[in-house]
């Protein structure tokens, strides 16, 4: 069973359904239908055109739901007809579609949280994690956000703020290896940037560039995290890094800024440095300062810390820290780092430990258990 090639699908028989008439929520359930007969299926006898299977089989599904439903029975003239049979077009609707999740009855934060869902493939658990919310709060607020535009029509497509928004969370979820979503998530926003001239579109397009540069050194080959610092820099990839500069030189020449031209200066002051102690630190900080200013984000000033540690030593770096809330994601793993810059082994080995057992994958719990080990075998020397 190809599992990618169900995936990759998706999002155009979703658009289609739309298209022909179904509201969004009865739409997707019925997609979800057909890939579960799919599974099915298909092990024993694969279609010719699979687009085509998904397309009349989920449209079936949804006539059955819509005429299974009273309350919908008003609606039947306009879904009795089914499809003519034969190949689906061959049209890419999964941008069109992430436009239409941005829906304007939407809140931005919903809307983003039903694309990642519906047309990312993201579970309920990963959009969480991306949020800062615990899951059953997300799940709330995509049940929430289904109800509101179930029988809405998608006439009115959302803004490219909220687009910017999902894309960005999709690349982010694919960038950690957990979904493996990021070269979608730049396919897609190369389109946008060739249909509407926005520099955050250019700055959102470089930051991805910049950072899927680096992906080949990210893991050693046994999986293990290699930190930014100890990455081989003779793997990233220069000419993406190179594509990347270039478009964001374009867009900060507009005098614009916006949160990911900010961001991807950050990545490219990174990717411009030679080795690691060539970082231009003090630079970074700067960009920090801009990214706050314009996001008001705890993660951007936790990982602003680090670069006060950087630029200025650890002992900046900490205080810095000092006045972030505890409680956010990765600030025991930051703490730990800063107190290992400062000399401090024993409270490091410990911070390392602890984050260690609140990582959120096991990639970086594997990463922050060997740190801490590290950090105990220089002390019992």
């Known amino acids: 069973m190809d599992e990618a090639l169900l995936r990759s699908l998706t999002p155009s028989v979703l658009a289609i359904l739309v298209r022909r008439g179904a509201d969004f929520a009865a739409a997707e359930d ?19 055109d699979p687009k085509g299977w998904l397309v009349t089989v989920a449209w079936r599904k949804f006539l059955d739901a819509t005429r299974a439903d009273t309350a919908r029975r008003r609606r039947e003239d306009l879904v009795d007809e089914e499809p003519a049979p034969g190949p689906a077009p061959a049209v890419d609707d999964t941008l069109q579609l992430y436009f239409l999740c941005a829906h304007p009855s939407l809140t931005p934060s919903s809307a983003v949280a039903l694309t990642l869902r519906a047309v990312g ?15 059953a709060t997300m799940a709330q607020r995509i049940s929430r956000a289904k109800r509101t535009v179930s029988g809405a029509r998608f006439d009115r497509p959302g803004d ?35 249909q509407v001239d926005h520099p955050e579109v250019a700055g959102l397009l470089a930051l991805m560039l910049l950072h899927h540069a680096r992906r080949a050194a990210r893991t050693a080959p046994d999986g293990s995290l290699v930190p930014l610092a100890e990455q081989d820099r003779g793997r990233w990839d220069t000419g993406s890094i190179a594509e990347g ?10 005098d614009r800024l916006g949160e990911f031209q900010a961001q991807a200066a950050i990545a490219a002051l990174h990717a411009d440095a030679p080795t690691a ?7 970074i900080v700067e960009w920090y300062d801009e990214l706050a200013r314009l996001t008001d984000s705890p993660v951007v000033r936790l990982n602003r ?29 930051v703490a730990a780092y800063l107190h290992e810059r400062d000399g401090d082994l024993t409270t490091a080995a410990r911070l ?21 080990a590290r950090l105990n075998a220089r002390r019992s020397r």
């Open 305 to 333: 810390a680090v670069a006060v540690g950087e630029a200025d030593g650890p002992r900046a770096g900490l205080a810095a820290l000092a006045a972030l809330d505890d409680a956010l994601p990765r600030h025991t793993a």
């Open 277 to 283: 102690e060539e970082t231009d630190w003090v630079q």
């Open 30 to 48: 019925a997609v979800q239908e057909a890939l579960v007969e799919a599974v099915r299926v298909w092990p024993a006898d694969q279609p010719r």
């Open 245 to 254: 500069v270039a478009i964001l030189q374009a867009a900060l020449a507009r």
């Open 160 to 194: 490219v703020a909220t687009v910017l928004r999902v894309l960005y969370l999709v690349f982010n979820e694919g960038y950690s290896g957990d979904v493996d979503l990021a070269a979608e998530a730049i396919r897609l926003t190369r389109q946008l940037a060739a």
């Open 121 to 135: 493939g993201l579970t309920t658990r990963q959009i969480a994690q991306a949020y800062l919310v615990p899951e």
């Open 352 to 372: 390392y430990a602890e984050a260690a057992r609140k990582a959120p994958d096991l990639a970086e719990r594997d990463h922050l258990t060997r740190q801490a």
